[in-house]
């Protein structure tokens, strides 16, 4: 079942820049091994922001939001989800 | 290169069901044309609404803009144009 | 599967009384007929607002996307769908 | 009488991590022991976001904000309370 | 119990004059009814708008929706709802 | 003359519960002095933020500003202000 | 009494270029006679909008939504008013 | 002296395609002869939208508001006004 | 020429007291200034709030952003500037 | 290729003088670089604001975002970018 969102990044200011480091390379894992299972099918930066949007395959709203809890930026990030229904155009 | 876009569309009032259903029926093989060449890569449905996500993949914006313009609905569609870059997280 | 919808109507002003009174009593047998079996499972009406807030319960996106858009007054409704998960405080 | 809340929490940057689950923790006891007295009827995460939907059933608008003013983390807490009234398709 | 409203009036184009002026004449009376029983409590007009705020002071939820509702001019108006709850500063 | 006003407070997070509780306690008495010269002529909670109405009785718009800025929480609110005119349909 | 407004004209699209016309020949002359006796102190064209940026004197906000509703197009006006008070830098 | 500006445009549904493209003739040469004179110094096409940014070179205001209220489509233009100062990062 | 402009401040919360006195009493002898030369037409408090609306009477677009980003307390302002036109029905 | 943006900066509070000023240097040298190989082909002040409209000329979206994130004061700067196509009635 698919997904958009729309994630948006904010660190507060006293955040050290070894601390922003590690919270991207942490990130970076997870978002790595959620494409290597097939949970994010899609992931592509927004030009000009700290922002991206991502397309999710997932079982069901739970699993969705345990995924999306689960990204060690989450405090950080404005999420904004799109459930996804098929389009009577799509040929796929 | 890639653009995501969310197309929503309104009707007016004095088009007849007739008049609706053909516009429906040409933005339909205008639409499975560009995902067989390749120009449309994704198109979604959002839940509940009159309205669509889109992922284009095109050489330029000029491209863009005239692929949309071209939709026959594009008079009654209200389009946003996100443009999208290579994520640093993706493996693909 | 839960979801929280936000259904605001709106009539064009060139539907006569006995339309919009045909409208509202195949929308009211529609509802029923959803709540009876499970797919509504919460319809109330927003105070002072042509709106409600309904909770459904399906097993998938593409399932509440063919609920709603089969409402008989769809055209004329704006609706915000919410995805829900268990909430982490609830005890049922 | 019935409203339906939407709660979204954000903690100032400068609570510990204890803090904030030593809040939680008091939250959860608050709520549950709503549910338990039927105060809350029905409390859903909302998916991607530190935000709950929340189905209130007291006796009158004082109660509401009584009870809404002391959640643990309301200091924390953005709340918009929608006044819900009895739906004439609803079959309950 | 209290309920401040925000109603904004907006007529359909089609409107005759004295359509507009009928409604108006009905609108005032069953505005003078609701004062005369002690349902509304306070009723101003927004300078320079086709707008009021009004204090309610029904029983429930319920009733202000078929209060709010049976306006001659609910059709062409949008209503804001805010519950209120007693002051703690309040000296009355 | 009338004004209506909705007055939101945020307190900042380095106010310690002693100064908070100190502003409120200023705040209180303000207010009430407000209603006893008959300034404040209603005030109400708006349920389930930290927000209130106010309908005020002044002279005057500077007048009107001067017991606004006066609060003593002025710098942590964020005030709207509606100037009043009596309603057509108002039988007081 | 000082009050700013601005003004956003928007014309029905049944209305005739003479009918225009009439509304505004009428709106000069009422904007003339307001500008002559004192009640508006200044009115400015907004660039690139059928919008004005309007500046009134009068004695209180009940006289202030009589002059605004006068105006011919006032059933086409979209009217902010925001009331004024001496500012502590003014010099004059 | 510069301005940027953004045209939305909306026509209304009465306007016939014969109508509409005898504007847009009309508009074409309105804004030809501008950039031939200098006064439009860029005009760009928003990719998926019938807008543009427009970047205007006037001697003043009251110049600008003559030029865009003199456009053939001026009644069915939604027009924002940035004006420009030079940027201190500008080698130009 | 004329601009209508809104500036509305908010100190952050680590200045004291003396700072933020120091910054209006350079502000008070700036706007002054403004005045006497008569750059500023017209300056008002806008009621309830700590902003204003100024009149501002300049050569052209670059020497009101000098003007502008010159008050003391520039930094701590968020400035809309509306660029004005004569309006066709001022008698001035 | 050309894009719009507008970029607005906003430092946080603990950033010294020195800092910014060191960001303000660092950022004329980038944008001037970007200048003189016509990456950006215009740049100018936003009257009033600490922000900017921006012209890019660029090959691709990748490309915007490499240069848009290298800009020394990304971290404090809001972007918005528009993509551009030529407008059918340039003359250009």
Chains 1, 2, 3, 4, 5, 6, 7, 8, 9, 10 share one sequence.
């Not at 942490?26 to 790595?32: C, I, P, W």
Request: one cysteine or more.
């Amino acid at each position: 079942m698919l997904y958009m969102t729309r994630m948006d990044v904010a660190f507060p200011p006293h955040l050290s820049a070894a601390q922003i480091a590690d919270f991207q390379a942490r990130e970076k894992e997870y978002s790595g091994n959620l494409q290597r299972e097939g949970t994010i099918v899609g992931i592509w930066r927004i030009v000009g922001e700290y922002a991206n949007h991502c397309l999710f395959d997932v079982p069901d709203n739970d699993t969705l939001h345990e995924v999306l809890s689960g990204f060690p930026m989450f405090p950080y990030m404005k999420i904004k989800v799109t459930p996804l229904a098929k389009h009577p155009n799509s040929i796929s």
